[in-house]
T-cell receptor, first 112, second 111 residues
Framework: DAGITQSPRHKVTETGTPVTLRCHQTENHRYMYWYRQDPGHGLRLIHYSYGVKDTDKGEVSDGYSVSRSKTEDFLLTLESATSSQTSVYFC???????????FGQGTRLTVV | RKEVEQDPGPFNVPEGATVAFNCTYSNSASQSFFWYRQDCRKEPKLLMSVYSSGNEDGRFTAQLNRASQYISLLIRDSKLSDSATYLCVVVPGAGSYQLTFGKGTKLSVIP
């Protein structure tokens, strides 16, 4: 299995609080992604990174920010958590364009 | 038209049956195609890539039809362990690194 670790694996937080999710990879892959998965919507891209300090928005980026200061770490921050951000968050990595991505085990986030 | 569309199912099939899933995509410039498998409450895992010439991996066969813009997955001799959600994934263009996912097709193999 690809070396991808997400932390935390589960989190319950209150509305209005900031939350940071971490994705750590040991594969030295250039591309990293954050997805959220919700019933009826499938996997939707939040943000992605194509190198250190190079990031861009996906289709559902509102309310989220990211940072990548090292190749191996990609952080997703919910600036002020809302109940609509209750979801399962997956980090993924890929090495080259047009190639498959490998996923972390996911973070189950509940905003109450 | 959505970028990647799949029949959500569920497909309920008996053990030993053959089952096929189709997936259509809207971007004719799409370059790469994959099938992923996702078990309940787990991460998606790559099942197989889909090549223009078609490819086979054991009981699984993937086909690409560029003219009609669809890909297919055929599972022969279904096993109970094949029960999962199957995700169709498309990379929209040359040099692109963003994967676009279908919503998935749920398969239940019944004893």
């Amino acid at each position: 299995d690809a070396g991808i670790t997400q932390s935390p694996r589960h989190k319950v937080t209150e509305t209005g609080t900031p939350v940071t999710l971490r994705c750590h990879q040991t594969e030295n892959h250039r591309y990293m992604y954050w997805y959220r998965q919700d019933p009826g919507h499938g996997l939707r891209l939040i943000h992605y990174s194509y190198g250190v300090k190079d990031t861009d928005k996906g289709e559902v980026s509102d309310g989220y920010s990211v940072s990548r200061s090292k190749t191996e770490d990609f952080l997703l921050t919910l600036e002020s958590a809302t109940s609509s951000q209750t979801s399962v968050y997956f980090c993924a990595i890929s090495g080259e364009p047009n190639t498959e991505a490998f996923f972390g085990q996911g973070t189950r986030l509940t905003v109450v | 038209r959505k970028e990647v569309e799949q029949d959500p199912g569920p497909f309920n099939v008996p053990e030993g049956a053959t089952v096929a899933f189709n997936c259509t995509y809207s971007n004719s410039a799409s370059q790469s195609f994959f099938w992923y498998r996702q078990d309940c409450r787990k991460e998606p895992k790559l099942l197989m890539s889909v090549y223009s010439s078609g490819n086979e991996d054991g009981r699984f066969t993937a086909q690409l039809n560029r003219a009609s813009q669809y890909i297919s997955l055929l599972i022969r001799d279904s096993k109970l362990s094949d029960s999962a959600t199957y995700l169709c994934v498309v990379v929209p263009g040359a040099g692109s690194y963003q994967l676009t996912f279908g919503k998935g097709t749920k398969l239940s193999v019944i004893p």
